[in-house]
């Protein structure tokens, strides 16, 4: 699975679980009870216990490796956590039933995505790519979880070998940025999950670099603990949700500055539009657009008052008149620049480009990729760097409502 976990609101509609698919046997059972190692679950995953093996650590639950026993065939297994939120409590929840609900929403979104397509033979050219790919090729792959009746909680999934915010961050520190055919390749990648997943009416609300990952030959989208339906109305009081503030979309941050009790939000797609877009044009900056401004914000408040420096910044997102889009970007491809900054990170919401309409760009168009040609790559954006430059001060990956 990925290795960053996301709690929220979840829709009343949760599925429940099916033990016929999941094994039977949910016990673990210690392979060494003196020094142990690894531990068996669901009957058949190794899952290593080490401090090494752990690949992310959320609010809910944790993601460690794990191989299959009966295919050696590596795999990544989340376990749910026991322990409640401060938010949950509040609302009386159990340690159990808090966890039961994100266990279920998951587990119910991750069968959902993996059907296919319903084909419509009156879809745009952008909308039919989406509906023509394959979905194991677009999202994290559902293995096995556990059965209702088992007291411990574990969903397996296949495991991945690279996120895309590790290999932009080395590609930061070597100074090295990515040809136009890598960053045509997982730009598409990265629309057309997102465009799946719009089809499948959800939206994901935290879409960001370190939630897309490589399986594979695939850049693929993960974590879906905190997406919502598309539709739904999300009330200021008593909701929870997941979001990055530098991908943060401005009229959730306004939601979240309003503290009117009765406000409420909408969910759709053009939420998710703008994280793409800020995702996209992260893959040329390798940093994200907005960490100059959160630096800024960071030396007028102080860092460490955290809570005025995340007020500070989701209050000037909100007023934002421009979106400021390094200059690298126009440097790198004009048609790829023009698509981010006039279609997908529009201050209105209704004037964002749909997915579907992304993959109708001249940039998103189909192309054979061949990964191991060695091609010159973008270096634009490090021209005046200057040498000593301090490093900017990075905003926390996650914030919870």
């Known amino acids: 699975m990925g290795c960053t976990e996301s709690s929220a609101i979840h829709p009343s509609e949760v599925g429940k679980k099916t033990a016929g698919s999941a094994r039977a046997s949910g016990a673990a059972k210690s392979l060494n009870p003196q020094h142990l190692t690894e531990k068996i679950v669901l009957g058949r995953y190794a899952m290593a216990l080490g401090a090494d093996t752990i690949l992310g ?3 809910s639950s944790m993601c ?11 795999v990544a297994i989340k376990v749910y956590k026991e322990e409640v939120s401060g938010n949950e409590a509040s609302k ?4 159990g039933h808090a966890c039961d609900t994100k266990f279920d929403w998951q587990i119910t979104v991750l069968m959902e995505l993996a059907k296919p397509f319903n084909l419509d033979q009156t879809a745009s050219p952008g909308r039919a790519r989406i509906l023509g790919t394959n979905p194991a090729t677009m999202f994290v792959r559902l293995f096995d979880f556990s059965p209702s009746e088992c007291l411990e909680r574990y969903i397996v999934t296949e495991v991945a070998h690279l996120s ?7 590609r930061l520190l070597a100074k090295k940025g990515l040809n136009k055919d890598k ?5 598409q990648a990265i629309v057309l999950a997102a465009g799946g997943l719009h089809e499948k009416g959800l939206v994901h609300l935290d879409i960001k670099p370190e939630n897309v990952m490589r399986f594979g030959d695939f850049w693929k989208l993960i974590d879906f603990d905190g997406c919502m339906c598309i539709g739904s109305e999300v009330p200021y009081t008593g909701s929870s949700f997941t979001f990055s503030p530098c991908y943060c979309a401005p009229e959730m941050a306004y939601f979240v500055m309003s503290g009117d009790a009765t406000t409420a939000i909408t969910i759709n797609a053009s939420i998710d539009s703008w994280s793409v877009g800020m995702t996209l044009a992260e893959l040329v900056c390798l940093e994200a657009p907005l960490q100059p401004m959160f630096a800024k914000v960071v030396r007028e408040t102080g860092v460490q008052d955290r809570q005025s420096v995340m007020s500070k910044f989701l209050n000037n997102l909100t007023y934002m008149q421009e979106v400021p889009v390094p200059r690298c ?8 620049a023009r698509m981010i900054k006039f279609g997908l990170l529009e201050m209105c919401p209704r004037n964002r480009l749909t997915m579907a309409g992304c993959l109708e760009d001249e940039f998103m168009q189909p192309f054979e990729y061949k990964s191991s040609v060695c091609k010159t790559s973008f270096t634009g954006m ?3 760097r200057k040498k000593g430059e301090v490093q900017r001060q990075y905003l926390p990956e996650t914030t919870t409502k």
């Open 382 to 384: 490090f021209a005046r």
């Open 92 to 95: 009386g929840l159990s340690s």
């Open 183 to 187: 960053v045509r390749h997982i730009s």
């Open 57 to 59: 650590v959320g609010s």
């Open 329 to 336: 970007l126009d440097k790198f491809h004009v048609d790829f």
């Open 64 to 74: 460690r490796r794990g191989t299959d026993t009966e295919t050696a065939q590596a």
């Open 164 to 170: 895309l915010k590790s290999m932009l961050q080395k």
